[in-house]
Every structure is written in structure tokens, then in C-alpha cells.
């Protein structure tokens, strides 16, 4: 009686150690697992819109259209660039695609245009900017039939040029004070040409 209780008791305890003996391997085994196991990466988003803007600007006022002191309202759409490089420095002269558009709020001229803009930062907080590009729009051509208070801009499309200094005011948003200038470079006859200042607000993605 007392041999058979030792046996058993004996028996128990090995069967313990055996099963305490497997848990721990599995244990192991599930650390070992995890550990290899490779953890799945999240690719950064990327935006194609860069920025966005929109602003107001004198139309020719040094023109005959200025004399009415119209205005317009602008907006425009900047694109990532096409690829990145390696330095800031490098990267500046790499440009932004954009479109935009400029409307007349007392019919004078208005257009629409396409283009590069470059940016360089001055400091983290100001920055300039230039841009080249083309327009077409919906002026006077031809100077025997444009009116006293109207530039003749020859034809279309026109070359667009502009310079900007701006501002960041926050991690997206920044301000800006915009010139630009659409002549037709000589390609007719007529090449008053139209320049606008103004201002617009940007907001960066």
C-alpha cells in the first residue's frame, strides 16, 4: 500500500516536471517568434497637390486698365516636384508644375496660365520665388479696336512671368506679395504687355 502511494506520488511529480518542462518550451518558442517575426511598415503618404493659393491683385495699374482700378481674384495650384534630390541646395533648382487662373471682376482681361515655380528659402521663416510659363486669355489683340481704358496685348498666348516675396506665418500656411507680368515677347505686332501686383495666402500639404 504504502509502495504503491510512493509510485504514484513519484509518477505525479514526473508528470509535473514534464508538463512544466513542455509550457516553458512553448513559451520560449512563442518569444523566439516574436521576436523574428518581421513588423509591418506603413509607406509615408505623399500628396501630388503641394500647395494651394488664392489672393487678389491690382490689374496694370501703371495701364490704361489700371486707370479704372479694377482688381482680380487669383488661385493657384502648385504640384509636388517631379523628383527630390539629395541637398536643400540642389533641390532649390528643382521647380513645382502649377496652373492657376486670374479673373477680372469688371470684365478687363482675364487668363488662365501654366508654368515651373522655383522657391528658395531666405531664412525658415521668408522666402522667395520666381516662375515661367504661358497664358492665354480673353483681352484686346489688336490695337485698332481696343478701347482708351483697355491694354492691347497683341495676341495669345502670351508669356507669364512672376517674382514673389513671402512669409511663413505657420507650419502650413504662408503670405505673400506677388508681381506679374504677360507680354507676347514681340511674337506680333502689339506688345503693350499687362502686369499685376497683388497678394495671396498659400496653404502647404
Known amino acids: ?20 518542462a513542455v509550457a516553458a518550451d512553448a513559451k520560449r518558442q512563442q518569444v523566439a517568434n516574436a521576436v523574428v517575426e518581421p513588423t509591418a511598415t506603413v509607406p509615408p503618404t505623399t500628396s501630388f497637390v503641394s500647395e494651394l493659393r488664392f489672393g487678389l491683385s491690382a490689374e496694370d495699374p501703371w495701364g490704361p486698365e489700371g486707370r479704372n482700378k479694377s482688381a482680380n481674384l487669383t488661385g493657384e495650384i502648385l504640384f509636388a516636384k517631379p523628383f527630390t534630390a539629395s541637398d536643400l541646395f540642389t533641390s532649390y533648382f528643382i521647380p513645382r508644375p502649377h496652373i492657376g487662373g486670374s479673373v477680372n471682376f469688371e470684365g478687363f482681361a482675364s487668363f488662365a496660365y501654366a508654368g515651373l515655380t522655383w522657391t528658395v528659402d531666405i531664412t525658415p521663416t521668408f522666402f522667395v520665388e520666381g516662375s515661367f510659363g504661358g497664358a492665354i486669355h480673353n483681352g484686346e489683340k489688336g490695337h485698332l479696336y481696343a478701347s482708351p481704358d483697355r491694354s492691347s496685348l497683341g495676341c495669345s498666348p502670351l508669356f507669364r512671368e512672376s517674382g514673389s516675396v513671402g512669409v511663413r506665418l505657420a507650419a502650413n500656411w504662408n503670405l505673400m506679395a506677388t508681381i506679374e507680368h504677360l507680354s507676347n515677347g514681340g511674337s506680333c505686332a502689339d506688345n503693350r504687355g499687362l502686369t499685376n501686383i497683388g497678394a495671396r495666402v498659400g496653404y502647404s500639404f
Open 1 to 20: 500500500m504504502r509502495a504503491s502511494t510512493i509510485t504514484g506520488l513519484s509518477l505525479l511529480i514526473a508528470l509535473t516536471g514534464v508538463s512544466t
